[in-house]
């Protein structure tokens, strides 16, 4: 079965450093990768998606990531966190064109003063 | 512009009851998702809709689950004789084409508790 895994659960960082949360997914058929953010209580947002055009994809809010298919890996980074960064990241995949995605289970990023 | 909503927010069912989710997607909307994420755990498909047709619901983890979307709009999410590992929250989520996967807009979820 085809998998995601985001490789930490949570991330700490102080405000103002950068910001790198990991993802790495099974199979390297036809991937549609995205990144999307929770903030507590609020639905879940579209930070980015990769669709096979650019393999550096820019998001909202300074985000971007890097579709490296050698390595099946699709990391988040951002080059200074702001506290309002602070939220739950789920990366998501869908092979082959189905309109079902997988879910990672979520990595927790806390912003320190 | 109303983004999806979802209701109730909380709700709380003892044991073998019976409840019902409501899902109002966002307008012209064609695509409607259904997913369970379980505390600590990312969304987990259930059942999607293109308009009012259930084209998947290979993630319903038993028969006491049920979905509509009648009209192709509201979709309500019902389950029957709840169970403890029932409890979860359930998002509803639409996108604007079908198909391949794009964009999906997420409601704030419907927090269940059975007791």
């Known amino acids: 079965a085809q998998s995601v895994t985001q490789l930490d659960s949570h991330v700490s960082v102080s405000e103002g450093t950068p910001v790198l949360l990991r993802c790495n997914y099974s199979s390297s058929y036809s991937p549609s990768l995205f990144w999307y953010v929770q903030h507590p209580n609020k639905g879940l947002q579209l930070l980015l998606k990769?669709?096979?055009?650019?393999?550096l994809v820019k998001g909202i809010n300074g985000f971007e990531a890097e579709f490296k298919k050698s390595e099946t890996s699709f990391h988040l980074t951002k080059p200074s966190a702001h506290m309002s960064d602070a939220a739950e990241y789920f990366c998501v995949v869908s092979w082959g064109g189905s309109y079902i995605p997988t879910f990672g289970r979520g990595t927790s990023l806390i912003v320190h003063p | 512009g109303a983004g999806v909503s979802q209701s109730p927010r909380y709700k709380v069912a003892k044991r073998g009851q019976d409840v019902a989710l409501r899902c109002d997607p966002i307008?012209?909307?064609?695509?409607l998702f259904w997913y369970q994420q379980a505390l600590g755990q990312g969304p987990e498909f259930l059942t999607y809709?293109?308009?009012?047709?259930?084209?998947?619901k290979s993630g319903l983890p038993s028969d006491r689950f049920f979905a509509e979307r009648p009209e192709g709009s509201v979709s309500t999410l019902k389950i029957q004789r709840t169970q403890q590992e029932d409890s979860a929250v359930y998002l509803c989520?639409?996108?604007?084409?079908?198909?391949?996967?794009?964009?999906?807009?997420f409601g704030p979820g419907t927090r269940l508790t059975v007791t």
């Open positions: 809709f293109q308009n009012e047709a259930q084209l998947d």
């Open positions: 990769y669709t096979s055009a650019a393999t």
């Open positions: 307008s012209g909307h064609v695509s």
């Open positions: 989520a639409s996108s604007l084409g079908s198909g391949v996967v794009i964009e999906q807009y």
